[in-house]
């Protein structure tokens, strides 16, 4: 019987195929707008159409795509607002969290954190966009972890796929890197101190500074589609 257990470790095709589309789609191989046809989906990623539309159902509840009459589903559009009301979102969840996890750090805890943190690092010096977001996305696991929140955490990873997007095209602003890491480390300092409210105020200036670089990439290229038509 033993031959019959299931290797969970193992992703199936429908997560593999869920994993690289969006990617495509946070790295902006696919751009705002776009068309995502089922027929050329199959071709390129080399699966059937059956495990191209259960993603594309999947995406669309992450808020990566939607279904527009007459065309089908696209690329979501990034809608300044909501943009806006996502980073408001992670200021308040966030920062609430980098308080409690500062309140309840170990030495464990900020170890475990640090070495997140130079696996951020090393992907920004080696350019490697998609490790960037993995690690990023780990440290603040392992930071809403520690401080115990998670059911505020479940509602972040609600919107991870979002964040991520937004999170890949900041990162690429020039000088965000270095920028970046002062921000995160200016917070992890304050979680080893176990000073809660600087570590708050430091989640709170990382969040603002992100989204105001977010909102600015997006009235630059709003702009540039304006010139283009």
Do not use: W
């Not at 193992?10 to 495509?24: M, N, P, S, V, W």
């Not at 464990?108 to 080696?126: M, P, Q, S, W, Y």
Request: charged share 30%; hydrophobic share 45%; with cysteine.
């Amino acid at each position: 019987m033993s031959d019959l257990k299931i290797d969970r470790t193992a992703k199936t095709l429908r997560e593999l195929t869920l994993d690289k589309l969006r990617g495509a789609i946070v790295q902006g191989y696919f751009k705002p707008g776009a068309r995502l046809v089922e027929r050329t989906l199959c071709d390129e990623l080399g699966v059937s159409r059956t495990v191209v539309r259960e993603v594309l159902r999947h995406l669309e509840t992450e808020g990566l795509v939607e279904i527009v009459a007459r065309q089908g589903p696209i690329v979501a559009r990034l809608d300044p607002s909501q943009v806006g009301e996502i980073y408001e979102l992670r200021s308040l969840l966030e920062a609430n969290a980098a308080q409690a996890c500062a309140e309840r750090a170990t030495p464990e805890l900020v170890t475990r954190l640090r070495a997140i943190r130079r696996k951020i690092e090393a992907a920004f010096a080696a350019g490697e966009a998609p490790r960037v977001l993995e690690h990023t996305e780990a440290f603040y696991d392992a930071m809403f972890d520690g401080a115990g929140k998670v059911v505020s955490l479940s509602v972040v990873k609600s919107l991870n796929a979002r964040i991520n997007r937004l999170r890949a095209m900041t990162i690429a602003t020039p000088g965000r890197s270095e920028e970046s890491n002062r921000e995160m480390n200016a917070l992890l300092d304050a979680i080893e101190r176990r000073d809660g409210e600087t570590a708050a105020a430091a989640s709170r200036a990382h969040i603002k500074r992100t989204a105001e670089l977010a909102l600015r990439v997006l009235a630059e290229q709003e702009e540039r589609a304006a010139q283009a038509e």
